[in-house]
């Protein structure tokens, strides 16, 4: 089982820092992927900085696409599971989300609006609530409960930093460079 | 209880996007209020026209701070309890959520790198895991996690439009205006 992101909709400069969030949350909360349009250098190197840093440069990965529906299709002809999530779908309150054992998951979120084949094509629409608010809080609470919470005590592999939990604090533990 | 937002370190243009998705998740997450510095006047239009279509403009509201010390100072006088989102805090994972009784509770959250002052000030710091990611997917998540879920199917007064949940489509109902 592995489960993946593709970003939609994405608008040069008006949406980098919330496709710089949604690249974040992907990464910390246990996504292997995140498919991208062509988005400005500095989201690239923003992750880079944070997979070099706190770890998971072989574990999290970015694709920049040009065609969104072949990403869909492709994951679809896999036998992997494509959900959408979107203000007007099931709500999530009210949904499973066993998807059945070993499944690939694509979890689709838009910036602007949504192209209307994505709401067919999907598998599943799943309403993080039937309230507008935010496709980075969408995908967390998705991610969170999908994980049942395991995903906010993972760690990564070749992290330079890392946090020791402090309750007034900060404290920051730095790896040794490898002779 | 209530619950209230205080967003911090806000800057101009560049956190627009990312501060209306705080103040959105905020509303649709069941907080009755966020205190903002002062910020560009597209993001209070937002927030006017979300609660005047989807309801919620006598349920929720917004105040243009000048000092936040005096917001957090002034929640601790009138025994509320003030917590931090913070990635270097106590792991979610190993709290409990119970407050007690009856508390009012004001959720810190920064845009920039919050003031030393915030973590001694703050009852608790609390980390929605211990890897950078973004505020505005900590913010929903600890309330997704305080109200258990049931923020997702509250419903607002004075709704225009209210969304039928739907597997495959958009179906939105319109309240016809009283004569």
């Known amino acids: ?6 970003r939609l909709g994405h608008r040069l400069v008006r949406d980098d820092r919330t496709t710089t969030h949604v690249a974040l949350v992907s990464r910390a909360f246990g996504c292997k992927k995140i498919f991208m349009s062509d ?10 900085k944070v997979c070099a840093d706190w770890g998971g440069s072989k ?10 529906k072949s990403v869909i299709n492709s994951w ?15 709500n999530i309150e009210n949904l499973s989300l ?27 629409n799943i309403a993080v609530g039937n309230q507008p608010h935010s496709e980075i809080a969408a995908l967390a609470i998705f991610l969170d409960r999908f994980f049942q919470g395991k995903e906010l005590i993972s760690t990564f592999q070749n992290a ?20």
């Open 76 to 90: 679809k002809k896999n036998k992997g599971i494509v959900v959408h999530l979107t203000m007007y779908g099931v």
């Open 39 to 48: 988005v400005d250098d500095s989201i690239l190197e923003t992750m880079k």
């Open 1 to 6: 089982m592995s489960i993946a992101v593709l």
């Open 59 to 68: 574990e999290f990965d970015i694709e920049i696409i040009q065609n969104w």
């Open 160 to 179: 330079k930093m890392s946090i020791i939990p402090s309750s007034h604090g900060k404290t920051v533990k730095i790896r040794k460079p490898k002779n």
């Open 98 to 124: 066993d998807f059945g054992y070993n499944k690939n998951i694509l979890v689709v979120i838009g910036a602007s609006k949504v192209p209307k084949e994505v709401y067919s094509l999907a598998d599943m």
